[in-house]
Structures are given as structure tokens and as C-alpha cells.
């Protein structure tokens, strides 16, 4: 029986939050700056005044937007917003001087200001600045956004990946997709299709129907496309799907054997997922125009759960070969891998980091899941996460933060989705009903 974190889900996943040590930077100390470095001491407390509405039906989009800057930053757990009813300034005009003594006096250290203007259309012009209070100085310069008044989600998103990257240093995530399994029916009896949303839970939209057992989509390293295993045929197979169109079609498979846990190369081009036959399984690449395979591992164990290096040069996978589930490394033409799991325990679902430094994993021990991380030499390893069943990382775009699908225990338990920074300070459910297999997007 194969264990259940190699099977794809039977394959695995998680993501939402930043870490970080929070100094709060003061006109005494420099320029306002928080540093990611640990666990969030003391999130840096901020002000977004409802965005001034100019000419047409600007004013409530005016107070959406700005409601969303706030719950984007206040999500991270590295900021803590001052709410309306304490502030002493209002804002009225976009162009007037900003009155910093008053949020000041309110213990504001960022504030965000910005205006909203509607054509007749309906088109919506947004700006906004970002200014240090206690330096009384604007934190790079003013930006613009224009969209329908449809898209003023991601226009909310794309000015708190501003704000955020130009407070922290760090990348952006907010405008972001998350694909996923919708989950729906008993427990014994789930039907299963892939759906897409914001990386906060917003806007769902359903990409396949529930006719057919669908598991472990993988976003490309463009977003547009989508890598997925189904059960349409009876067995297993690899399917890619283009998320624009939602036109799909599957990828060449040996008759008699069981294709899983594709995951895209950074080129885009090249796929990388295990096939099963006669028992044994092991990881293969294909290229997908050609349909041309390569097997790039023969051990006699199971061989599952690939994922590349950014560069492309290496796979992280997970294998069996001493008995227990472990994490090893080879290059990405296959060859000699290296072991680098050392603890007690399973591990499983290994997914490299967008940055690089970091591998997140899946790992059972104890009759405990976790969720976790590690360098990509085995070392400083740290459990983020502990529940009846954690499973299946997927980073953020910025390499900060995870998403992962977590299970409740009993008869009417079902899986969410859940996020946790890489210090694991700061976890949160993502709002979707009963959901499992995320795969985070690159920033849109």
C-alpha cells in the first residue's frame, strides 16, 4: 500500500504570510524599513484613510479599494492597522500637504493615501503615495493604476504589493492566483473539480466539472497554463490546460502504466511528474510539444513528487529507497542523487522555493503532520506547522510565505486551505469551503 503523502494527494501542498522582525523605523533611526529576517515582534502599525472619490461613481470603489490595501498588509501579520475611528487628520484632497503631527499623535508610521476617479464608462483612474510619517517623506514616488471598475480587486492588490515591497525590500504576492481542488459531497463520496481564485479567496471561478476525480494542478512558470492529474479515462493520466481558453488536452502516456505529480520545468516547456509501472515508480521528463520522455531514475523504490530548482539544474523528489520516505536531490538529467533529510519521521511533497534558498516539505512523525522547511542542503530544518493532517506546499510568489491543505479529524472532517509565513508566526485559513491542492501563481 503506498503511503498516502506519495500518492498524489496521492501528491501534495500551502500559502499566504510574510516573516519577519519588525523594527520599526523612527526620523531618529533612518528611513522607515521593516526587515524580514524572524518571527514579527511588533507589526508596524499603519493608516489607509479611505481614498479620496473624484468626478463619477467613484465613491464606493474609493472605499473598497482602500479597505483592501488594509486587510492585504494587516493579512501578513507584519503590519497592524489603525482603524478609522482613532484617526485625527482626514484626507480631502490628493494634492493637499499631509498634517504628519496628526498621525503622529496616532502612532502611525505608514500611511497610505491615494484617489479614485471614474469616467462615464465607468473606468476607474487610481493613485496613491506612501509616506513615512516620522520622516515626514513620501517612500518612492506616486503610481497610477486605470481598469474597469470590475477590476478594482486587483487594482487594490497591485498598490499593497507596492506599499509592502517598498516598506519590507521584499517581492510581491497580493496579485496572485491560487488554483486548487473544490471539494464538495461526504467524505466517502467527494466530488472533485479544479477551480481557480485570488490568492485571498475572492473571485472563484470552476475550470473543470466534477464528473471526474481531478488532483495536483501545477501552475506554469508563466501562469497560464495548468498541469494537472485526472481520472477521466479510468486511470490516471496528465492533463495541461490553458487557463485563458480552459481548452485542455492530455499528454502521451505507455499503455498500462499510471502518470501523477507533474509539475512544470522553469522553462515552461518541459514537464516533470512520476510514472508507475509494474510496481515500481519512477520520475520522468517529457517535453510537450514533442511528447519525447526520458526516465531520469530506475532505483527499485518509489520516486515521486518532483520538483526543480529555479534555475533548472536540479529536482528535489521524495523516495522510498531507505525504507522510510526521504528527500534527496539530482541533477535535472537524472543520475546520482544526494539525500538531505535527516530527521525522525516521513517526508514528503518537497517543492523549491522561488527564491531558491528554501525547500518546503510535508513530513509525518509522531502520528503528527507537518508542514516545513529546510535549506537545500538538509539543514536548518524548521516545522512550521502540526495538525492531524497538514500536506503539500506551494510558495508564494516572493518565497515568503506557504499554502497548504489542511484536514480535520473525524467522520465530518473536510480540508481547507491554509497559510503560514516561513517563521510559521503567522497562520491563517484561506476563505474557499472545503478545498485541498493548492498551487500559487507567479505574480500576474
Request: proline content about 6%.
Amino acid at each position: 500500500m503506498m503511503p498516502r503523502f506519495l500518492a498524489p494527494r496521492f501528491l501534495a501542498l500551502l500559502a499566504l504570510c510574510a516573516g519577519a522582525l519588525a523594527l520599526p523605523a523612527t526620523a531618529q533611526n533612518g528611513p522607515l524599513r521593516l526587515e524580514i529576517t524572524e518571527g514579527v515582534i511588533e507589526p508596524l502599525p499603519f493608516a489607509v484613510p479611505s481614498f479620496v472619490s473624484g468626478s463619477g461613481a467613484s465613491g464606493q470603489a474609493a472605499q473598497d479599494i482602500s479597505s483592501l490595501i488594509a486587510a492585504d498588509l494587516s493579512g501578513t501579520g507584519l503590519f497592524r492597522e489603525i482603524p478609522a475611528s482613532a484617526h485625527i487628520s482626514r484626507i480631502t484632497s490628493f494634492s493637499s500637504p499631509v498634517q504628519f503631527a496628526d498621525w503622529k499623535a496616532v502612532n502611525a508610521q505608514a500611511l497610505v493615501t491615494g484617489s479614485v476617479d471614474a469616467d462615464a464608462s465607468g473606468r476607474l483612474t487610481v493613485q496613491f503615495r506612501v509616506w513615512d510619517v516620522f520622516s515626514g517623506q513620501e517612500m518612492g514616488s506616486g503610481q497610477q493604476f486605470v481598469g474597469t471598475a470590475a477590476g478594482w480587486r486587483r487594482i487594490a492588490h497591485k498598490i499593497a504589493d507596492q506599499v509592502y515591497s517598498r516598506i519590507t525590500g521584499e517581492g510581491a504576492y497580493f496579485d496572485s492566483r491560487v488554483v486548487f481542488v473544490s471539494e464538495t459531497g461526504p467524505k466517502d463520496n467527494r466530488a472533485k473539480r479544479l477551480a481557480i481564485m485570488d490568492y485571498d479567496g475572492a473571485n472563484v471561478t470552476y475550470l473543470t466539472d466534477s464528473s471526474s476525480l481531478v488532483l495536483a494542478p501545477r501552475f506554469s512558470p508563466t501562469g497560464d497554463r495548468i498541469l494537472y492529474t485526472s481520472y477521466e479515462t479510468g486511470f490516471p493520466r496528465i492533463y495541461v490546460l490553458d487557463v485563458a481558453s480552459v481548452n485542455r488536452r492530455s499528454l502521451p502516456a505507455q499503455e498500462g502504466t499510471m502518470s501523477f505529480a507533474p509539475r512544470f520545468a522553469p522553462n515552461g516547456e518541459t514537464v516533470v511528474y512520476s510514472v508507475e509501472a509494474g510496481g515500481n515508480t519512477d520520475i520522468y521528463t517529457m517535453d510537450i510539444s514533442s511528447g519525447t520522455s526520458q526516465r531520469l531514475t530506475s532505483a527499485p523504490s518509489i520516486e515521486t513528487a518532483p520538483s526543480y530548482s529555479p534555475d533548472g539544474r536540479q529536482i528535489v523528489f521524495e523516495s522510498d529507497r531507505t525504507g522510510r520516505n526521504q528527500l534527496y536531490i539530482m541533477s535535472a538529467g537524472g543520475g546520482e542523487a544526494r539525500r538531505i533529510s535527516n530527521g525522525e519521521g516521513n517526508y514528503g511533497t518537497p517543492v523549491w522555493s522561488p527564491r531558491g534558498d528554501l525547500i518546503a516539505f510535508t513530513k509525518q512523525s509522531k502520528s503528527r503532520f507537518h508542514i516545513g522547511v529546510m535549506r537545500t542542503d538538509g539543514s536548518e530544518e524548521r516545522l512550521l506547522t502540526a495538525s492531524f493532517l497538514d500536506e503539500g506546499p506551494t510558495w508564494a510568489p516572493n518565497g515568503r510565505v506557504i499554502m497548504f491543505t489542511r484536514e480535520t479529524q473525524g467522520a465530518s472532517g473536510q480540508a481547507g486551505l491554509y497559510s503560514v509565513d516561513i517563521t510559521g508566526r503567522n497562520l491563517r485559513a484561506v476563505t474557499t469551503g472545503a478545498a485541498s491542492d493548492p498551487s500559487w501563481s507567479p505574480l500576474q
